[in-house]
């Protein structure tokens, strides 16, 4: 099916440090989801955005619904090992049959 | 309370066996989703329950079988599986299937046909 680009596909990065994924389309969405899924868990919701240029934050993690609407991001600041995982953006059609379409996902590893 | 609960966690199945997987929630979500999880790779979403009835069936092959039997409850009836049906097996809820809807998964069910 359908995905979403999703940058960059992995990381490698050193605790403390910054973090930013992206995902972005050559379709408009109504609505985007981020979610952090650990080894053989299920994803966990982040943040979820419904419009153009929302800006969300939840602790260290911040997101922001592209004023495109063709695009999303999503931000970690001062990196923890905890934050190791595979994050997923998730992006809903505005007409249609409401299914989300998924990105790629960013593999996060944080050194300590 | 954002919880879905799944059942079991773990399953191996040969080839001829018939097992069902399932799924709970208890927050008044009216849609229920299945989805499967290859490593590394997305969920592939199978099934959309909408208000108990089935409303997307994604070309799933009949080997998989959901059933909603009420507002709180998932399954999905496995009979005659492959080896390559071997993934994990989210379930999801959401409070409607409609514009704007958030999904909120399970832990998911891990399979394993031998």
């Known amino acids: 099916g359908q995905q979403l680009n999703q940058s960059p596909q992995s990381m490698f990065i050193q605790e403390g440090e910054d973090v930013s994924m992206n995902c972005t389309s050559s379709?408009?969405?109504?609505?985007w989801l981020w979610y952090k899924q650990e080894p053989g868990e299920g994803p966990v919701l982040l943040i979820a955005?419904?419009?153009?240029?929302e800006l969300t934050s939840n602790g260290r993690l911040t997101a922001q619904f592209g004023i495109t609407r063709k695009d999303s991001f999503l931000n970690i600041s001062a990196s923890i090992p905890s934050d190791v995982g595979i994050y997923f953006c998730?992006?809903?059609?505005?007409?249609?049959?409401?299914?989300?379409?998924f990105g790629t996902g960013t593999r996060l590893k944080v050194l300590a | 309370d954002t919880e879905v609960t799944q059942t079991p966690k773990h399953l191996v199945m040969g080839m001829t066996n018939k097992k069902s997987l399932k799924c709970e929630q208890h927050?008044?979500?009216?849609?229920m989703y299945w989805y499967k999880q290859k490593a590394k790779k997305p969920p592939e979403l199978m099934f959309v329950?909408?208000?108990?009835?089935?409303?997307i069936n994604e070309s799933v092959p009949s080997r998989f079988s959901p059933e909603c039997p009420n507002s709180s409850l998932l399954n999905l009836h496995l009979h005659a599986l492959q080896p390559e049906d071997s993934a994990l097996y989210l379930c999801?809820?959401?409070?409607?299937?409609?514009?704007?809807?958030?999904?909120?998964f399970g832990e998911g069910s891990w399979l394993t046909v031998v």
């Open positions: 999801a809820s959401s409070r409607l299937f409609f514009s704007g809807n958030t999904i909120y």
């Open positions: 998730a992006g809903q059609p505005p007409s249609g049959t409401y299914k989300y379409i």
């Open positions: 927050m008044g979500h009216r849609a």
């Open positions: 955005l419904y419009k153009a240029g």
């Open positions: 329950y909408s208000y108990e009835k089935l409303s």
């Open positions: 379709s408009i969405f109504n609505t």
